[in-house]
């Protein structure tokens, strides 16, 4: 590691920050240094070190000196889609909402929910920072696209989709979502709009790890006659199933 990073080590290592990796220079005219620290979270599931403390942290090693971002990851470095949605949520707090992985190989495809409308040049810097990030791990960028702008099912089209197959597994629905040209960015993001579902009371988990839709859910979806009725076209998935 070069010399020059003495200081910026010792500075960091004095705030009990844990360094992962190398520290890398960005080429571009910024010269940001980007350092990968481990983060955790608590018996409570907050992030430690926190956001707040990383940015007063950014703040004070600037004045110093040093214009650093932080990569954020878990301390052994095995939860990607985790350490990709902390640096992000970290950088990029105002806009960004959520981040979502979806690994093909050595490829990963980026999935951002926003909090609001992005400008190019903001959409720019979140790719930017996503493709140093997974660089680091050895991974190259591939699809990088907000949530809320793609063809991702909406929690009525999920919930068509597992009234008819029901009862069923997260992975059964994603792959009918996927059959019928839905995008569905990661496992973890249906994980998640299931179980916020499952909050609201529209599906219920069942044994085995399948789930179904609630009476309510089910009533609210109504029916139609004729060849559309959902009815029909439950009997005709299961036929297919082998039920």
Request: hydrophobic share 45%; glycine share 8%.
């Amino acid at each position: 590691m070069p010399d020059d990073y003495s200081q910026l080590l010792a500075m960091l290592m004095e705030r009990n920050l844990e360094v992962i990796g190398s520290i890398v220079k960005d080429s571009g005219p910024q010269g940001i240094t980007f350092v990968r620290i481990a983060v955790r979270r608590d018996a409570e599931n907050k992030q430690r070190p926190s956001n707040r403390l990383l940015i007063d942290i950014k703040a004070a090693l600037k004045d110093a000196g040093h214009d650093v971002e932080f990569l954020l990851s878990d301390s052994l470095g095995v939860d990607v889609e985790g350490g990709l949605r902390a640096t992000l949520m970290h950088a990029f707090g105002p806009e960004v909402r959520n981040v979502f992985l979806s690994l093909q190989g050595s490829v990963g495809n980026v999935w951002v929910e926003s909090k609001r409308a992005l400008s190019e040049s903001a959409l720019n810097a979140i790719r930017g920072r996503a493709k140093i990030y997974l660089a680091e791990l050895t991974l190259e960028l591939g699809a990088f696209a907000l949530t809320n702008a793609e063809n991702v099912p909406s929690d009525t089209v999920v919930l068509k989709v597992l009234r008819q197959i029901a009862p069923a597994t997260t992975e059964q629905v994603v792959q009918l979502l996927v059959e019928r040209g839905f995008d569905v960015p990661s496992d973890d993001w249906m994980k998640r709009r299931l179980d916020a579902l499952r909050k609201v009371g529209k599906i219920v988990w069942l044994t085995q790890g399948k789930f179904a839709c609630s009476l309510n859910a089910t009533r609210a979806l109504g029916t139609i006659k004729g060849r559309g009725s959902p009815d029909i076209s439950r009997l005709l998935a299961l036929a297919r199933k082998g039920r």
